[in-house]
């Protein structure tokens, strides 16, 4: 399966008011309880930081904002999200392989990978939970042609 066949999937995030092709962005220069507020209307993990709203400068994740809210307290939801962002962000084509990204989101210890077309403009975003779902289906799907051979039909 093709991140590109995990994005058609989402077609709808299965989140009220929220389609699967949305990208929650964020400015660098927004704060930290601007993103919590983006989070949480929109029941998402994870936000692209991005000036422009196409080309990913980092990610904010729950994560990152909790780890801060642990160490500093709750006057880090005035800094900007600059501050906390992680910058090196990855990101992956439509063409790649799900699985593929599956490991490397394993791997990396990341759970959002934004999708970028040859200029690096977002087109989604997919989630590690897209791609297992996606992985399942796959395997689902490997199962009844099994079957079906097994079964002669």
Avoid at 81 to 108: F, H, N
Avoid at 121 to 128: E, F, P, Q, T, Y
């Amino acid at each position: 399966m093709l991140v590109n066949q995990l994005l058609s999937m989402k077609g709808d995030a299965g989140k009220k008011g929220v389609e699967g092709a949305t990208i929650a962005t964020v400015k660098p220069t927004d704060t930290i309880a601007e993103a919590v507020r983006l989070l949480s209307e929109m029941r998402i993990g994870a936000v692209v930081v991005s000036s422009d709203g196409k080309k990913p400068e980092g990610i904010l994740s729950e994560r990152d904002i909790v780890r801060q809210l642990g160490k500093n307290g709750a006057s880090v939801m005035d800094s900007q999200i600059s501050e906390l962002m992680t910058r090196e962000v990855q990101t992956c084509t439509r063409s790649e392989d799900a699985l593929a990204i599956l490991d490397r989101m394993t791997k990396g210890r990341f759970r959002h990978l934004p999708v970028v077309d040859e200029d690096g403009n977002m087109l989604g975003v997919v989630s590690i939970g897209d791609a297992v779902s996606g992985r399942l289906k796959e395997l689902a799907a490997e199962k009844e042609a099994l079957t079906g051979m097994i079964m002669g039909n």
